[in-house]
Every structure is written in structure tokens, then in C-alpha cells.
């Protein structure tokens, strides 16, 4: 096959791919993968140009994929170079039934079936594609032992499919597998009868099935994580994934935000009905996967404020005791007789009603806890906003000093600082009384600057001694005949001259 043949092959096989297998293509190559699919065309027609080998194989990989992925669903009997799924589909659409669709017959009711069979096979002498009457290779897969991090937001009530391993098996780098699970008849119904009715919620459901990705690892606890080029069926049906965060680092693909995914909308709420997911990604060498599917709870900020207050508050006297430690310690020779700390909340700057901070952390200012779910409810950082250190749910107390001084009546309601002793005990901040001085000498003084102005604009009698001096082009009209000074200078450049 001639180059100009070949790179039109490449250029039909790039024509047939759906919007997912150019995101694949485009996310290979570094490309941008958002737009619509005659975008995605375009850019993945550019790609020809290059005349990258790699890229060629990955062209050719995707529509050996794709089309054994047509293959796996065409009508039963039908010849695999004359039709696709897409035209199977148009058939039974039109009202052929399985016993009218003959290859002879359908042969003569579609005009392309020649042209796709010397395309097909064209392609399969050019690169050894076989069309199969098999489905694509399954991806090795087998449960493992790996623990995924717990979120906060979600309780679990059932394991709908033990963590098993994404491997990949072969040398393609296009991988898949499928899984089922089956709902039990209270699981079904929990997930039916509940939904989230507050005011301003979108009727979501309560009880989620909740599909999660990491990597195979099992010496430790694992957080979410995607495998590259990922794409997800559910039924049938595309499952919405979180979007890729851009990366402008060259050829290097967007990874997504490491979150838990809904798949509930998608499900089959039966026990009578097999669930059917299907997870289709890009083999990174040197890197296995893990996914896992649960049947979770969903949890609100205040429900988590409600278990946080029940867990009870740390005693005032180990903060009281810690503050002595602080003031104490003279490690740098530097003796702390006191400490100054705010009431408000670092995150919302205003007084807070729940302090807490984590156990794990060292200092004594706090944050407020409301606040803090509120913001882990939207975007889950779990993140310490005094120290940038970690801040788990399981480790957050309510601090019971802290507590009890922002319920002291000796704290004014417009005062959020306090300065905490040596003995432990605290005091609201008192005011300067120094500055305080100062501040009233300095708005005397500028009174009597004030006064001393007024006199000098009123009184044309009183000429102060430093004023002529300083600004001689502020004195009177009767000023006006000194002006002459320019002709002397005038005279001075013609005797230096």
C-alpha cells in the first residue's frame, strides 16, 4: 500500500471513531479534548500530518477495538463486513424482524455493504485486523485486597462489588472489563423510597450507588483516583465522570478530580435485574487499578455537626495546661508572659459558635466547625485552614476552653481578641491606654495647627516670620513690585558672557 493509500485509511478509520475514541486519540497525542465531535475530527485529522508511528498504532488500535466492539453487538447471523451496529439498529427500527434480515437480502437493502467490506478488508491486509466473531479481550480481573480511605459525607450500608483489579492483559494499550452486581430486594427499596426533599435540594437520592477507582496498592489506605482515558457504561448508558482539570504540561493528560461517582440514575432498581458496568481505559505501564462499588448514605454538613457535638469536647483543662506548656517553654530563651488569639473563625472571619481543631494539631487557635463541613461539603479538601496540614473528620474535637470563653459574659460582644496567661487563664484585650494618649495629643496638636491657619488667612495685619521666608509667592498684591528679580539674572548672564 502506497503512503497516500495508507494515510487515507488511517483518515477513514478516524471517521468512524465516536466522540469517545477521539477523546482517547486526542488525549494520547496531548491534544485539547473538549469541543464537539466535527471539532474533535478535525483536530484528530491534524494529527496525520505529523506522521507520528505512535500515533498511527493508536489509530489503528482504536478501530480494531471499535469494531470488534460492533461486532460483539450485530444481529445474530449477519455477515461482520456488510454491516455495523449502527445499521442493525436502522433495520430493526425499520421493522425487519431477526429472520428477515438475511445476509442475501440485507445484502441488496443496504447500497454501502460493498464499499464497507473493501474498506474493511483493505484495512485488514494493510494491518493484520481481522474482523472476529468474538468479543474485545477482557481485561484480567480478580478481587483484591485493598482498603479505600472512608469519606465522611457517606455512610456504608453494602458492598455491591468487592474491590477487584483493573490489570492489563495483552499488549494493547486499549483496555476493558465488565462487572455485574444485583440490588436485594431492602436494597432496592431504601434507594427507591428515599429521596432528599429539604428546600432548594434536587430530589437526589439518599441512598446512593456509588462507583469508586484507585490504585492497586495494599500496603495503605487508598484515595480516589482515575485511571487515564477512562470511560464508563452503565447499562448501556454513558456515565457522567468529573471533568479533567487542564494541565499545561506537554504531552501529559488532564487527570480528573479524585471523587466518588453516582451511578444510581443509571441503575436498575430491581432485584430481579442484573447491573451491568463496563470500564474501558488507557493501560498505564507500571500502574494497576483498582474499582469498587457500594451501596453508600449520603450525609449533610449538619448531620455531621450533630455526630461531632455527640462525640463530645476536649476537657478545658488540657487546654488550659497546653497554654502553660506554650508560655513556658523557653527552649529559644525568649520568656512569653502571655498570648494573644482571636475568637473568629480564620475561614469566615466572624466569632465562632463550634471551635474545634484537630487532634493532630499542635497549635491552639481554632476554626469554627460549621464552617469547616460547610466547605468540605462542596469541595472536600479536609485541609487544616491555620496550619495547611491534614484535618480528618475523625480527628476534629470541639475545644471545650474555647468554648467556655466564647460564652463568658466578660467577653464584649465586639471584642474577638483575648490574651491568654501563664497560669492558663484569659483575659479580654484592654485597651492602650499609651496609644490611647498618644492618639489624643496628636488630634490636640493638629486642632492647634488648625487654629494657627485660620489666624494667618484672617488677619492681613500679622505676617509669622517663617512664612515670607518659606513661601514668598504667598504674600500680598502689595508684595507685587519685588517681582523684578528676573531682569538681574538676565544682566548676570551678559557680564559672564
Sequence with gaps: MTPSQEKEALRNMILTFRV??????????????????????????????????PVQKRIRELFQSS???????????????????????MLGLAGFTTQQQGIPQAGRANPYAAQQAQQAAAFSAAYGTQPQQTKPIQANTQPVNVKFKQLPFYDIHGELLKPTSLVTQGSSRFQEA???FLLSPEQATNIAS??????????DYLYQIQLRFCLLDPSAEQGDEFPPSICVQVNGKMCTLPNPIPTNKPNVEPKRPPRPVHITPLCKLTPTLNNIVSVKWAADYGKSWVVGIWLVEKLSSDQLLERLSSKGKRN????????????????????TTNLKVTVSCPLGKMRMSKPCRPTTCDHLQCFDAALFLMMNEKKPTWTCPVCDSAAKYDDLMVDGYFEEVIKAPELPDEENEIILNQDGSWNPVP????????????E?????????????????DYTPAPKPAADPDAAPAEDLPVLPPPPPAEIECIDIE
Design 67 to 89: 469494531q470488534e466492539t460492533q461486532q460483539a453487538a450485530m444481529i445474530p447471523g449477519a455477515n461482520a463486513l456488510q454491516y455495523s451496529a449502527a445499521y442493525a439498529q
Design 444 to 460: 490636640e496638636e493638629e486642632r492647634k495647627n488648625a487654629v494657627v491657619l485660620d489666624l494667618s488667612d484672617d488677619d492681613e
Design 194 to 203: 428515599n429521596r432528599d426533599i429539604r428546600m432548594g435540594s434536587k430530589l
Design 316 to 335: 478545658s483543662d488540657f487546654t488550659r495546661e497546653l497554654i502553660k506548656k506554650k508560655l513556658t517553654d523557653d527552649e529559644d530563651g525568649i520568656a
Design 178 to 180: 465488565q462487572f455485574q
Design 20 to 53: 469517545s475514541e477521539l477523546q482517547m486519540l486526542l488525549g494520547f497525542a496531548g491534544r485539547n479534548q473538549s469541543g464537539k465531535k466535527t471539532e474533535l475530527q478535525d483536530r484528530s485529522l491534524e494529527l496525520l500530518q505529523l506522521n507520528s508511528t
Design 431 to 442: 485597651k492602650d491606654e499609651e496609644e490611647e494618649r498618644k492618639r489624643k495629643e496628636k
